[in-house]
């Protein structure tokens, strides 16, 4: 433990340098040694640090980029304006912006610097040149600067260090990260800490990355048994408050405390797929994977020789807007074994890798969605890759056009497969989609909730749709010897029959007459 209160009245100036080199080096022995917070209750207080807190210290410090995932009340923000005035202290002309989700917020990180600012030591205090209720410059030019949230507030950022307060709940978070991103990139810090709001936001998906390697972010996350208040911390006995998860457990619903307290992402209300479904497809998604294409798709299963597959696709144009995804799905027993999803991939080397996979799957079924952007992939998987299974609709069209119609039908056999333990989810992104799909109160539609996507889940429908019609279009017989772990009830095809373009392929009809359905 460090020092609280540090009389230099009889030292030395040598003394007091290196006090001060000491201040400079080690951010924790000055945040622990000389700064002072307000307390909520025991009013102005040393900032004690807490083992956790001291973790998340470190992270800001030694990494250029963090993503901290915290519980309600753990002190992030607080730890995030002594950081702040230590880099400004400690470093000339630095420019540390902070972006809040309101005025209230971004006004309130200023307040509570100037507050341990004034009651610095006055050989330590730095004298301010300016000082208002969103600016502190010191006097070695190096400044603190808070906005709230807006179109925008990125624009103006050229940032030594970025703190996205509260991330999560920031409306316009991917566009202020868009436009900081190129400042910092040149050596720039940028921390982002939110409580968890809900899963398919901007803060969600950067922690999703984060977790899977896909981006620079350091992801930190803080659980409320890491406060020593709340739970016994070894070292920390004093401080524990008697029963306080007893105590406080019942003031939150199941859903609140999970996501406040346990920082787990959890869904919106009234999903489509049942929320305990969702919750135990969320536990079982294999984490394990292998990546392909530069973070853009995941194999969980490689092909085995006598199984049959479905590629399912659902395409975009490519520039950043909607996702381009497939899944690879196995006939025998339903379980997604590939996943595809970018949405930075240009629909021509969408289709040359659809086709590269659907051929190591054993020249899988592939069936595109139609719609827009789909007759372009359509045209490359035909034309100029010439793809030999390609899936036809009831009116011989390669594809399936997606309407309003048959749209709340495609969603719904999911919804059936899922629940009726039919295929197995492997993807935890598409579970992350499945828990922003809901039904909206007013309209009764089947919808991804707002600044969500439902490119996986549709990709997903269309394959749980053919692998229902080729099951019912083919020979079928169960195989003992087939693995039984994934479902109850798993299928082989004994004869197999497939729907292609290609010169020689086998026909809807000719199927219907060969089971004798004429």
């Keep these: 433990m460090y020092p609280i209160d540090i009389c230099m009245e009889n030292l ?11 201040c400079k080096r080690e951010p924790e022995y000055f945040i622990s040694t ?3 917070i307000v307390h909520p209750i025991r009013g102005l207080v040393p900032f004690e640090l807490y083992p956790f807190q001291k973790e998340m210290l470190a992270c800001f410090h030694r990494r250029s980029s963090v993503l901290l995932r ?26 540390v912006m902070v972006i809040s989700k309101d005025d209230d917020a971004s006004k309130e990180i200023v307040s509570r610097v100037r507050t341990m600012h004034s009651e610095l030591p006055i050989w330590l205090k730095p004298k301010l040149e300016k000082d208002s209720e969103h600016t502190l410059k010191f006097e070695n030019k190096s400044i603190i600067r808070s906005k709230a949230s807006s179109k925008q507030a990125g624009r ?12 999560g709940f920031i409306e316009f978070a991917e566009t202020i990260w868009t436009a900081a991103a190129p400042t910092l990139s040149t050596g ?53 408050i008697e029963d306080w998860y007893n105590k406080n457990r019942p003031k939150y619903s199941l859903r609140e405390w999970r996501q406040e307290y346990e920082c787990s992402f959890e869904g919106t209300g009234d ?22 294409y530069t973070h853009r798709m995941r194999v969980w299963k490689d092909p085995i020789n006598h199984h049959d597959y479905v590629l399912a696709a659902d395409p975009s144009i490519g520039r950043e807007r909607d996702y381009s995804a497939f899944h690879i799905i196995d006939l025998y027993n339903g379980e997604q074994v590939a996943e595809f999803y970018s949405n930075k991939t240009p629909i021509n080397e969408f289709a040359e890798i659809i086709v590269r996979e659907a051929r190591k799957y054993n020249t899988a079924y592939v069936m595109p969605e139609r719609n827009s952007i789909g007759h372009n992939l359509i045209y490359f998987l035909k034309e100029t890759f010439e793809y030999e299974n390609l899936l036809m609709d009831e009116d011989r069209e390669v594809g399936i056009q997606v309407t309003t119609k048959n749209r709340e039908n495609l969603l719904a056999d999911m919804e059936d497969a899922i629940r009726s333990n039919r295929v197995k989810i492997n993807s935890e992104r598409l579970v992350d989609e499945l828990l922003t799909f809901i039904i909206d109160p007013d309209t009764g539609k089947i919808e991804a909730d707002a600044s969500c996507h439902d490119d996986l889940i549709m990709a997903f429908a269309i394959g749980v749709n053919i692998l229902n019609q080729l099951r019912q279009n083919s020979l079928i017989e169960r195989d003992s010897l087939a693995d039984k772990s994934l479902t109850s009830n798993p299928m082989m095809l004994s004869t197999k029959y497939k729907m292609t373009t290609a010169n020689g392929g086998v026909s809807l009809e000719d199927i219907k007459w060969l089971l004798g359905k004429n």
């Excluded at 005035?85 to 420019?95: E, G, I, L, Q, R």
């Excluded at 899963?199 to 020593?228: C, T």
Aim: net charge neutral; with cysteine; proline share 4%.
């Design 12 to 22: 030395t100036p040598e003394k007091l340098k290196q006090e001060f080199l000491r």
């Design 34 to 36: 000389y700064v002072k």
């Design 188 to 240: 720039g810090k940028v921390i982002g800490l939110s409580t968890v709001n809900g899963v398919g936001n901007f803060f969600h998906r950067m922690w999703v990355q984060a977790e899977s390697g896909e981006n620079a972010f350091h992801p930190i996350r803080i659980n409320w048994k890491d406060h020593p208040e709340y739970n016994l911390v070894p070292g920390y006995e004093k401080l524990y």
């Design 156 to 167: 103006s950022i050229s940032a030594s260090l970025l703190i996205m307060d509260e991330m």
């Design 70 to 95: 915290k519980f309600r009340q753990a002190g992030a923000t607080t730890l995030c304006a002594a950081y702040s005035m230590w880099f400004c202290m400690f470093n000339d002309h630095k420019t």
């Design 271 to 292: 999903t489509f797929v049942d929320p305990e479904i969702l919750v135990s497809l969320k536990e079982n998604c294999n984490k394990k994977f292998e990546d392909r």
